[in-house]
């Protein structure tokens, strides 16, 4: 079983930039498909950008796409989301998930939340005008 904790949410103004980490322990992270989530005030936790497990693949919402930029480095169990030119509306609590179950429609199935087995508490991200 892995543990995720994120880090390196805080406060930042529109245009400026954050790194966010995943550090998982507990299990064999190369094994495991990530995804990134936000989730805002009163609204529902949705997808943000996802990698597979070799990393050989990335996937991102259109609102993030451009701006943001998913990478893990397996060696370190830890994925990263840069996250660059940021705007107000990428104010949320952002949450990673793994996942260890095959995905076979992975397209979609990196999107769902749904798919992922485990998750961090998240950390938030604000973005001020």
């Known amino acids: 079983q892995v543990q995720l904790v994120e880090s390196g949410g805080g406060s930042v103004q529109a245009g400026g930039s954050l790194r966010l980490s995943c550090a998982a322990s507990?299990?064999?992270?190369?094994?495991?498909?990530v995804g990134w989530f936000l989730q805002a005030p009163g609204k529902e936790r949705e997808f943000v950008a996802g990698i597979t497990r070799s990393a050989r693949t990335t996937y991102y919402s259109d609102s993030v796409k451009g701006r943001f930029t998913i990478s893990r480095e397996n060696a370190k169990n830890t994925v990263y989301l840069q996250m660059s030119s940021l705007k107000p509306e990428d104010t949320a609590v952002y949450y990673c998930?793994?996942?260890?179950?095959?995905?076979?429609?992975?397209?979609?199935?990196?999107?769902?939340?749904?798919?992922?087995?485990?998750w961090g508490q998240g950390t938030q991200v604000t973005v001020s005008s």
């Open positions: 507990g299990g064999t992270f190369s094994m495991y498909t």
């Open positions: 998930a793994a996942s260890n179950v095959y995905m076979s429609n992975i397209y979609m199935s990196i999107q769902s939340r749904a798919s992922y087995n485990y």
